[in-house]
């Protein structure tokens, strides 16, 4: 699914327009960014949890030469599913 995909749901859904659809789903992204760029949580009931963690930088080794290398520290961003979204997922299987 992309974003275009989410925005024609949004339409279909809500009777909202097109151009209104990507303005709110536009919206939500740009807040859920923000609050991620600020290392906050963002926890969406039912759904799941979206965090930013800190890595530290390690030793690491370049496949193709062997050669070993330093990764530099970095944030990442993580997702991890609520129980409720697990069940609906596990149900269908």
Do not use: W, Y
């Not at 789903?25 to 949890?49: A, C, P, Q, Y």
Request: net charge positive.
């Amino acid at each position: 699914m992309t974003k275009i995909d989410i925005i024609q749901n949004v339409c279909d859904k809500l009777g909202f327009s097109k151009k209104d659809s990507a303005k709110i789903v536009e919206s939500v992204f740009d807040v859920m960014k923000d609050h991620l760029e600020k290392g906050e949580k963002i926890k969406i009931s039912g759904f799941g949890n979206f965090m930013v963690k800190e890595k530290k930088s390690r030793r690491g080794r370049n496949p193709q030469s062997g050669q070993e290398i330093e990764i530099t520290a970095r944030r990442v961003l993580t997702f991890k599913s609520s129980q409720v979204l697990r069940r609906a997922l596990n149900a269908r299987a």
